[in-house]
């Protein structure tokens, strides 16, 4: 971490701050709990990391918010309305009787509000910031005494190394978080304050929890990052490897069927990267690689450090070694001083790249960020109106890949329990959904399909049984 970076996440980290206040409810011991993540799969991963560690000491998952002895909220502070949503959900907590659960908010809204939080909703008894979570244990003790705990420290690498790793649950599809927070510092974006600097896991770790991931179960492996493909370490023989070295060394672990990554910046797309989609097997035909924005002169404002045309030459690269691949983005409309033009020109990208699924969003000015300070912002209507026309471009080019599955041989990995009996809903390798009757087959079980039918968010598929295969349903 260079100097700056320190200070910035000094800025914003406060050392744990227990707060004596009489008036304040105990506690008793908390045994069962409930966590409810929002926003990114980096949340997801967090808040199962924190069901792992209640686990560990004896606590029992709640079937509800409502007969849990504590709910932590594990928020997202990317834009305004999901920041906003965790007051609504904290003043929910309370019961028909007056009581409430032991109320702990975690993640990015803890991180970027701190104390503001205990200001706002009185309520709340912990307050924990991403790179805490190892410190929950003695947060309890705190609030079981009636004294609200904050901490939104950033030590560095620290709560990997001390958060359990998963129990062995039976499931095909995990995240694996590889690497945390952002260098990148584009001018609307709260991730580099929330989750701060880059840092990378150890090689080692990784290899070792997608050994134990795999023992369990696991047959699809999603390598979770703000900044997935920045990742780098050693290897075992003091190598220093990218992402690119990490896929390799874990596409030769057995069991392992499918590698996916998630999310990357188009800065960090090395040659090693883009050359593994043509010759790891399997790496999956999936890329989401967002681009914010279609002109070159908002991504300059900002700071995105690619421009249109360098982005599209990545996306160019990565088509010729592996034509197949789907690819899927992110978009912001209306950021300070888009034109009709340049919102034209992202209209205009979308057309040339043909995303087989995409996100999309409105400006949301975060405080603290660059951009708000900004000129020229864009009313709401001109915002609503101009999301309105590229998700219906977006998904008129999603439904279109599904057609052209129509018809095609390919293999799904089984995820879920469908809606009809004996239906089960499996991924393809480029991430679309297909639900197929199988009624002998299981959650976690791969099998050779055709599609037989497209819609517009997912697919219906028949299975293809070989002469000798007995597993048929
Ligand atoms: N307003 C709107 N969208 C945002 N994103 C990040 N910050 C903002 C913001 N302030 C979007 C970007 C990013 C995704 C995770 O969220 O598209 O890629
Ligand atoms: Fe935010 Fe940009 Fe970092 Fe992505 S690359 S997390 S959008 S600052």
Redesign the pocket.
Known sequence: MTDSKTETANIKAQKLNVQNQKARQHHETPKTYHVKSFG?QMNVYDGERISEMFKDQGMSEAASKDNADIVVLNTCH??EKAAEKVYSDIGRLRRSDGSKPMITVAGCVAQAEGREIGRRAPSVDIVVGPQAYHRLPEMIESARQGKRAIDTDMPANSKFDILPRRSKQPRPSAFLTVQEGCDKFCT???VPYTRGAEISRPWSALIDEARALIDGGVKEITLLGQNVNAWYGEDEKGNRQGLDGLIRALDKLDGLERIRYT?SHPNDMTEGLINAHGDVESLMPYLHL?V?SGSTRILKAMNRSHSRESYLEILEKVRKVRPDIALSG???VGFPGESDADFEDTLDIVRQVRYSQA?S????S?PG?PAADMDNHITEDVMSERLQRLQALLNEHQFDFNKDMLGRKTRLLLERQGKLEGQLVGKTPWLTSAHVMAPNLSIGDMIDVQITEAGPNSMTAEPIFTANDTSHG
């Open positions: 990114c990317i834009r609307y974006c709260v999310t967002p914010q992110d978009f912001i996100f969003f409105k400006y949301s975060r960020t």
